[in-house]
Protein backbone atom coordinates (compact mmCIF):
# COMPACT_ATOMS: atom_id res chain seq x y z
CA UNK A 1 0.00 0.00 0.00
CA UNK A 2 1.48 3.33 -1.34
CA UNK A 3 1.50 6.17 0.44
CA UNK A 4 -0.87 8.33 -1.75
CA UNK A 5 -1.50 5.63 -4.29
CA UNK A 6 -4.94 5.84 -6.06
CA UNK A 7 -7.56 3.15 -6.34
CA UNK A 8 -9.53 2.71 -9.32
CA UNK A 9 -12.75 4.08 -7.70
CA UNK A 10 -9.98 7.66 -7.56
CA UNK A 11 -9.70 7.33 -3.84
CA UNK A 12 -6.67 7.56 -2.08
CA UNK A 13 -4.73 4.84 -0.59
CA UNK A 14 -3.04 5.89 3.10
CA UNK A 15 0.29 3.47 2.93
CA UNK A 16 1.36 0.86 4.47
CA UNK A 17 1.66 2.20 8.06
CA UNK A 18 -1.91 2.84 8.56
CA UNK A 19 -3.62 1.49 11.84
CA UNK A 20 -6.59 0.70 9.87
CA UNK A 21 -7.54 0.37 6.48
CA UNK A 22 -10.77 0.17 4.31
CA UNK A 23 -11.01 -2.36 1.08
CA UNK A 24 -13.08 -4.25 -1.48
CA UNK A 25 -13.61 -7.77 -0.40
CA UNK A 26 -12.40 -8.78 -3.85
CA UNK A 27 -8.86 -7.82 -2.43
CA UNK A 28 -8.93 -9.68 0.76
CA UNK A 29 -7.73 -13.55 1.24
CA UNK A 30 -8.32 -15.53 4.20
CA UNK A 31 -5.70 -16.16 6.62
CA UNK A 32 -5.80 -19.43 7.86
CA UNK A 33 -5.47 -20.11 11.68
CA UNK A 34 -1.71 -22.60 11.40
CA UNK A 35 -0.36 -19.55 9.61
CA UNK A 36 0.71 -17.07 12.22
CA UNK A 37 0.40 -13.23 10.80
CA UNK A 38 4.03 -12.54 10.88
CA UNK A 39 3.96 -14.84 7.89
CA UNK A 40 2.41 -11.33 6.12
CA UNK A 41 5.53 -11.22 3.20
CA UNK A 42 4.05 -14.61 1.69
CA UNK A 43 1.48 -11.65 0.37
CA UNK A 44 4.33 -10.31 -1.47
CA UNK A 45 7.43 -12.47 -2.15
CA UNK A 46 5.31 -15.52 -1.51
CA UNK A 47 3.22 -15.16 -4.33
CA UNK A 48 5.72 -13.15 -6.35
CA UNK A 49 7.89 -16.71 -6.36
CA UNK A 50 4.73 -18.97 -6.56
CA UNK A 51 2.82 -17.81 -8.97
CA UNK A 52 5.63 -18.19 -11.64
CA UNK A 53 6.55 -22.08 -10.79
CA UNK A 54 3.02 -22.58 -11.36
CA UNK A 55 2.36 -20.49 -14.00
CA UNK A 56 5.26 -22.29 -16.21
CA UNK A 57 4.81 -25.38 -15.30
CA UNK A 58 8.00 -25.80 -13.10
CA UNK A 59 5.89 -27.08 -10.48
CA UNK A 60 6.08 -30.96 -11.16
CA UNK A 61 7.53 -33.55 -8.83
CA UNK A 62 10.89 -34.75 -10.02
CA UNK A 63 11.89 -31.70 -11.83
CA UNK A 64 15.15 -30.07 -11.05
CA UNK A 65 14.80 -25.93 -10.58
CA UNK A 66 17.34 -23.55 -9.76
CA UNK A 67 16.80 -20.11 -7.93
CA UNK A 68 19.47 -17.28 -8.36
CA UNK A 69 19.85 -15.17 -5.09
CA UNK A 70 19.13 -15.93 -1.83
CA UNK A 71 17.30 -13.21 -0.72
CA UNK A 72 13.51 -12.46 0.52
CA UNK A 73 12.32 -13.99 -2.96
CA UNK A 74 14.85 -16.45 -3.28
CA UNK A 75 14.31 -17.84 0.23
CA UNK A 76 10.35 -18.33 -0.81
CA UNK A 77 11.12 -19.48 -4.31
CA UNK A 78 13.62 -22.90 -2.69
CA UNK A 79 10.86 -23.11 -0.11
CA UNK A 80 7.83 -23.52 -2.47
CA UNK A 81 9.82 -25.67 -4.97
CA UNK A 82 10.55 -28.13 -2.57
CA UNK A 83 7.05 -28.34 -1.59
CA UNK A 84 6.24 -29.17 -5.04
CA UNK A 85 8.54 -32.21 -4.87
CA UNK A 86 11.23 -30.71 -7.32
CA UNK A 87 14.85 -31.01 -6.73
CA UNK A 88 16.51 -27.60 -6.02
CA UNK A 89 19.97 -26.02 -6.60
CA UNK A 90 20.54 -22.26 -5.56
CA UNK A 91 22.40 -20.71 -7.74
CA UNK A 92 25.88 -18.27 -7.08
CA UNK A 93 28.43 -18.07 -9.63
CA UNK A 94 28.26 -22.13 -11.54
CA UNK A 95 26.42 -25.31 -11.96
CA UNK A 96 26.39 -28.32 -14.76
CA UNK A 97 25.24 -27.26 -17.89
CA UNK A 98 22.08 -27.88 -19.57
CA UNK A 99 20.84 -29.67 -16.19
CA UNK A 100 18.03 -27.51 -15.14
CA UNK A 101 14.12 -27.83 -16.23
CA UNK A 102 13.47 -23.87 -15.19
CA UNK A 103 14.93 -20.89 -13.23
CA UNK A 104 13.77 -18.33 -11.42
CA UNK A 105 15.99 -15.61 -10.90
CA UNK A 106 15.42 -13.13 -7.97
CA UNK A 107 18.10 -10.94 -8.92
CA UNK A 108 17.51 -7.15 -9.27
CA UNK A 109 21.52 -6.26 -9.89
CA UNK A 110 22.99 -5.51 -13.73
CA UNK A 111 24.10 -9.72 -14.16
CA UNK A 112 24.54 -11.27 -17.13
CA UNK A 113 21.85 -14.09 -18.85
CA UNK A 114 24.43 -16.31 -20.29
CA UNK A 115 25.67 -18.31 -17.95
CA UNK A 116 22.06 -18.79 -16.55
CA UNK A 117 20.48 -19.81 -20.13
CA UNK A 118 23.38 -22.08 -20.69
CA UNK A 119 22.54 -23.86 -17.23
CA UNK A 120 18.84 -24.78 -18.63
CA UNK A 121 17.94 -28.37 -20.80
CA UNK A 122 16.25 -28.36 -23.99
CA UNK A 123 12.95 -26.73 -23.19
CA UNK A 124 14.20 -24.90 -19.72
CA UNK A 125 13.07 -21.81 -18.91
CA UNK A 126 14.47 -18.63 -17.18
CA UNK A 127 12.21 -16.74 -14.84
CA UNK A 128 12.64 -13.55 -14.22
CA UNK A 129 11.46 -11.90 -10.80
CA UNK A 130 14.02 -9.62 -9.80
CA UNK A 131 13.71 -6.33 -11.46
CA UNK A 132 17.37 -4.40 -12.79
CA UNK A 133 17.20 -0.80 -13.42
CA UNK A 134 18.95 -0.87 -16.59
CA UNK A 135 18.15 -3.14 -19.62
CA UNK A 136 20.02 -6.99 -19.63
CA UNK A 137 21.74 -8.12 -22.72
CA UNK A 138 19.57 -11.10 -24.05
CA UNK A 139 21.73 -14.13 -26.40
CA UNK A 140 19.22 -14.70 -28.62
CA UNK A 141 21.13 -17.80 -30.23
CA UNK A 142 21.40 -20.52 -27.39
CA UNK A 143 17.81 -19.76 -27.03
CA UNK A 144 17.03 -20.63 -30.83
CA UNK A 145 19.06 -23.68 -30.63
CA UNK A 146 17.25 -26.06 -27.91
CA UNK A 147 13.94 -23.70 -27.98
CA UNK A 148 14.74 -22.35 -24.39
CA UNK A 149 12.52 -19.84 -23.08
CA UNK A 150 12.83 -16.47 -20.78
CA UNK A 151 10.23 -14.74 -19.69
CA UNK A 152 8.84 -12.68 -16.80
CA UNK A 153 6.48 -12.76 -14.07
CA UNK A 154 5.07 -10.64 -11.21
CA UNK A 155 2.31 -11.46 -8.56
CA UNK A 156 -0.61 -13.16 -9.31
CA UNK A 157 -4.45 -12.47 -9.32
CA UNK A 158 -6.19 -12.92 -6.17
CA UNK A 159 -7.45 -16.53 -7.11
CA UNK A 160 -3.43 -17.46 -7.12
CA UNK A 161 -2.99 -15.40 -4.25
CA UNK A 162 -5.60 -17.68 -1.94
CA UNK A 163 -4.42 -20.29 -3.32
CA UNK A 164 -1.06 -19.51 -2.29
CA UNK A 165 -2.10 -18.90 0.95
CA UNK A 166 -3.73 -22.21 1.37
CA UNK A 167 -0.80 -24.21 -0.08
CA UNK A 168 1.79 -22.21 2.55
CA UNK A 169 -0.80 -23.03 5.03
CA UNK A 170 -0.88 -27.32 4.13
CA UNK A 171 3.05 -27.33 3.78
CA UNK A 172 3.85 -25.28 6.97
CA UNK A 173 5.94 -22.88 4.97
CA UNK A 174 6.58 -19.25 6.14
CA UNK A 175 9.28 -16.58 5.33
CA UNK A 176 11.88 -15.92 7.51
CA UNK A 177 11.53 -12.54 8.97
CA UNK A 178 12.36 -9.87 11.74
CA UNK A 179 9.69 -8.59 13.33
CA UNK A 180 10.08 -5.19 14.34
CA UNK A 181 8.03 -2.59 16.38
CA UNK A 182 7.67 1.12 14.81
CA UNK A 183 9.95 2.67 16.72
CA UNK A 184 12.41 1.13 14.98
CA UNK A 185 10.87 2.06 11.25
CA UNK A 186 14.39 4.04 10.75
CA UNK A 187 16.76 1.58 11.68
CA UNK A 188 14.45 -0.62 9.56
CA UNK A 189 15.22 1.22 6.46
CA UNK A 190 18.82 1.72 6.69
CA UNK A 191 19.30 -1.69 7.02
CA UNK A 192 17.30 -2.50 4.20
CA UNK A 193 19.41 -0.25 2.08
CA UNK A 194 22.54 -2.39 3.29
CA UNK A 195 20.78 -5.52 2.98
CA UNK A 196 21.03 -5.96 6.21
CA UNK A 197 18.03 -8.78 7.33
CA UNK A 198 17.40 -12.08 6.42
CA UNK A 199 14.82 -12.19 4.73
CA UNK A 200 12.14 -9.71 5.36
CA UNK A 201 11.37 -7.06 8.01
CA UNK A 202 7.68 -7.19 9.23
CA UNK A 203 6.66 -3.74 10.58
CA UNK A 204 4.44 -4.73 14.15
CA UNK A 205 2.62 -1.27 14.33
CA UNK A 206 0.40 -2.09 16.98
CA UNK A 207 3.00 -4.40 18.88
CA UNK A 208 0.59 -7.47 18.58
CA UNK A 209 2.77 -9.52 17.78
CA UNK A 210 5.32 -9.01 20.59
CA UNK A 211 6.02 -12.30 22.72
CA UNK A 212 7.87 -10.99 25.67
Same mark, same amino acid.
Given at each position: ???????????????????????????????????? /??????????????????? %? @? !?? =?? +???? +???? !????????? =? %????? +?? =???????? @???????????????????? &????????????? /?????????? !??? %??????? =???????? @?? /?????? /??? %?????????????? &????? #??? !?????????????????? #??????
Amino acid at each position: MTHNGVYTDGTPTYGGYSDIMVTNEHYVVHWPENLP /MEAAPLLCAGITTYSPLRY %F @G !LD =KP +GMHI +GVVG !LGGLGHMAV =K %FAKAF +GT =KVTVISTS @GASGSLDGIINTVSAIHTLL &PLINLLKTHGKLV /MVGAPEKPLE !LPV %FPLLLRR =KLVAGSAI @GR /MKETQE /MVD %FAAKHNITPDVEVV &PMDYV #NTA !LERLLKSDVKYRFVLDIG #NTLNKN
